[in-house]
């Protein structure tokens, strides 16, 4: 079992920035890649960014240059900074766990509003 926990959502202007954080735990040893997905209302839920257990990364084409995906294994915790926010970004993120068996872990959410 993995445990995801998020924190960092908020309320920001357009052009500022946020940082969401995503703490696992429990039997983190089995994560293969982590990331972090939003769904805003009426929309599907899509892939934002990942990262897996080398290092390597993953970005979806609206959110690259602007955002960060990287990872603390010390803190067993991945992040996800958000720069250059615009009000087309707002969502609910979550954060994803996969591990190497597939199976699949998700966080409770949190959510990002970018105001115009």
């Known amino acids: 079992q993995v445990q995801l926990v998020e924190s960092g959502g908020g309320l920001v202007q357009a052009g500022g920035s946020l940082r969401l954080s995503c703490a696992a735990s429990g039997s983190i040893f089995s994560i293969s890649v982590m990331g972090w997905f939003r769904q805003a209302p009426g929309k599907q839920r899509e892939l934002v960014a990942s990262i897996t257990s080398g290092g390597s990364t993953n970005y979806a084409g609206s959110v690259k240059g602007r955002f960060t995906i990287s990872r603390d294994n010390a803190k067993n915790t991945v992040y996800l900074q958000m720069n250059s926010l615009k009000p087309e970004d707002t969502a609910v993120y979550s954060c994803?766990?996969?591990?190497?068996?597939?199976?699949?872990?998700w966080g409770q959410g949190t959510q990002v509003t970018v105001s115009s």
């Open positions: 994803n766990a996969n591990t190497y068996n597939i199976i699949s872990y």
